[in-house]
C-alpha cells in the first residue's frame, strides 16, 4: 500500500488510542476535586471513598495517556518529519509549554492525591488536587491550540517554506480555538459523567446500595444531564465558527454537492464522489439552510466549489452523524436516569442495564468528533499551508505495515486490560461498599473523620 495511506492509518490508530485517556483526565481531575470539597463541607466519609475509587481510576488513565502519547510523539519524526520541519517553529514551542506548564504539574502532584490522605494535612491534600485538575485543563488548552492552529492557522508568516511567529497572541487564540477548546472541554466532562455513572450502575446492578456509590452515581448522572444541552449549543457554534473559515468541511460533513439556498439536512445517504451524487438519500426539507443559516432561504456551500480541495466525503458524513446520534441517546439517557433518581431516588433495572455500556459512549462520540475534526482538514496538514502528502517521510510502506500492525496488536490488549480494570475496581466496590476504611484512618474511627487536619 501507498506509505502516505498507511502512515495515515498509524498516526490515526495511535491518536484515537491516545486521546481515550486524556479525555477522561480532564474532567475526572475536576469531579475528584467536587468529591473531596464535598468531603471538606460535610465531613461525610463517603465523599472519600468515591473520591479513592476514582483516583484509582485517575491514575491509570493518566499513565497510559503518557505512555500512547510518547509514542504518538516519535512519530512526528520517523512519519512526518515534514510536518516539524514546515510547521515545528510554531508546534514545537507549543508541545513544550504542554509539558513544562501542565504535565509537571499533574504529574508532581498526583501522588499526592493517592498516597498522602493522612500523610499531609488536609488543606495540602486539597490543593494537590486542585493543581492536578487545573493541569489537566492546562494542558487541553495548549493541544487545542495547537490543533486549532493547524486547522485555523494565524500569527505567523512563511519565510523559505518554514512558518514563523509573528504574534503568539493571534496563533495561540486563532480564529477556531475558543470554540475547540469549549466543545472538547464539555466532552470530556461528558466522557467523565457517563463513565462515573455508568460503572456506578454496575454497582447498582450487583446489589451494591452504599452512600458512596449514590453519591458518584448522582453525580455522573446530574452532571451529564446539566452538560449535554450546553454541549448541543457548543457544538452549533462551533459549527457556525467551521461555516465560516473550513466551508469545504461543512460541505462534506452534510454531503451537499451544490452551493444554493433550501438545502436539506440529511439524515441517511451513501455519498459518491465519483458521480457527486448521494444515494438512498433520507432528508428534512430545508433542514440544514435552517441548521446553518438559521433560514430555510440560507444559502449552503456545496462540494463542487472546492474540486480537488475537499476532504473524503463519506467518512466525514458519517463520523459527524455518529457524534451527533451519540449525544442525542446521551441527552435521553441522562435525562431518563435525573428523572428516576430525582423523583423516586432509584432506576429501573433496564435503564440502569442501558446505563452500564453507555459508559463508554463518550469514548464513541469524542473519536467520531475527532474523525469529523481531523479527516475535514484534509488533504492539508495545516490549512492552505502545509499538505498532508508534503509531510510524510521516506520509510517504506512495508514498514509502516509491520508496525501498524504491532500498535494495533498492542492497543487492543492494552485496551481490554483497562477495561478490565475499570469493571474489577467496580465490582470491588461494590463488594466492599461503605465498610473498607479510608486510607491511613483505622477502621473504628471511620465514623468520625477529622476533615480539617
Known amino acids: 500500500m501507498d506509505p502516505l ?65 510518547v509514542t504518538m510523539s ?13 510547521v515545528g517553529n510554531i508546534a514545537g ?41 487545573g493541569g489537566t485543563t492546562l494542558s487541553a488548552f495548549w493541544i487545542i491550540a495547537l490543533n486549532s492552529w493547524m486547522q485555523t492557522p494565524a500569527g505567523f508568516e512563511m519565510i523559505d517554506g518554514k512558518a514563523h511567529a509573528v504574534d503568539w497572541w493571534a496563533i495561540v487564540f486563532n480564529p477556531s480555538m475558543p470554540y475547540r477548546l469549549v466543545h472538547m472541554l464539555l466532552a470530556s466532562g461528558l466522557t467523565v459523567s457517563f463513565l462515573v455513572a455508568g460503572l ?12 458512596s ?35 469545504q468541511k461543512i460541505a462534506a460533513m452534510e454531503a451537499n454537492w451544490n452551493t444554493g439556498p433550501n438545502v436539506p439536512l ?78 423516586r431516588h432509584s432506576l429501573p433495572k433496564p435503564l440502569a442495564m442501558l446505563m452500564v455500556p453507555m459508559a463508554l459512549s463518550g469514548w464513541l462520540a469524542t473519536l467520531a468528533g475527532w474523525y469529523t475534526t481531523e479527516i475535514g482538514r484534509q488533504p492539508w496538514l495545516v490549512t492552505g499551508v502545509l499538505k498532508t502528502a508534503d509531510a510524510v517521510g521516506p520509510v517504506a510502506g512495508s514498514h509502516v505495515a509491520l508496525t501498524l500492525a504491532v500498535y494495533l496488536t498492542l492497543y487492543v490488549l492494552l485496551l481490554i486490560a483497562y477495561l478490565g480494570v475499570l469493571v474489577h475496581l467496580a465490582l470491588k466496590a461494590a463488594k466492599d461498599g461503605d465498610s473498607s476504611p479510608l486510607p491511613g484512618v483505622m477502621k473504628t474511627a471511620m465514623s468520625q473523620p477529622a476533615a480539617g487536619e
Open 5 to 69: 495511506i498507511l502512515s495515515r492509518i498509524q498516526f490515526g490508530a495511535n491518536i484515537s488510542f491516545h486521546i481515550l485517556f486524556p479525555t477522561i483526565t480532564i474532567a475526572l481531575g475536576w469531579v475528584l476535586l467536587f468529591f473531596k470539597l464535598r468531603y471538606n463541607a460535610t465531613n461525610d466519609s463517603a465523599w472519600m471513598r468515591a473520591y479513592f475509587t476514582w483516583v484509582k481510576v485517575f491514575a491509570l488513565s493518566f499513565a497510559m495517556g503518557v505512555v500512547s502519547g
Open 74 to 86: 516519535f512519530q512526528f519524526g520517523t512519519n512526518w518529519p515534514g510536518y516539524m520541519e514546515h
Open 93 to 133: 514551542p507549543l508541545l513544550a509549554y504542554e509539558i513544562l506548564t501542565a504535565f509537571f504539574l499533574e504529574a508532581a502532584f498526583l501522588g499526592i492525591m493517592l498516597f498522602g490522605f493522612r500523610r499531609v494535612s488536609n488543606r495540602v491534600h486539597t490543593l494537590a488536587t486542585v493543581l492536578v485538575a
Open 200 to 211: 456506578s450502575a454496575l454497582r447498582y446492578l450487583n446489589g451494591d446500595r452504599s452512600e
Open 213 to 247: 456509590m449514590w453519591k458518584a452515581l448522582r453525580t455522573g448522572v446530574f452532571t451529564a444531564a446539566v452538560l449535554i444541552p450546553i454541549q448541543i449549543f457548543a457544538g452549533d457554534q462551533h459549527g457556525l465558527n467551521t461555516l465560516e473559515h473550513q466551508p
Open 266 to 343: 440529511v439524515l441517511f445517504a451513501l455519498p459518491d464522489e465519483a458521480a457527486k451524487e448521494n444515494r438512498f438519500e433520507i432528508a428534512i426539507p430545508d433542514g440544514a439552510s435552517l441548521v446553518l443559516r438559521h433560514s430555510t432561504s440560507g444559502v449552503v456551500p456545496g462540494l463542487n466549489d472546492y474540486p480537488g480541495n475537499h476532504p473524503p466525503v463519506f467518512p466525514l458524513f458519517w463520523s459527524f452523524r455518529i457524534m451527533v446520534g451519540t449525544g442525542l441517546l446521551m441527552l435521553a439517557v441522562s435525562w431518563s436516569a435525573a428523572f428516576f433518581l430525582k423523583r
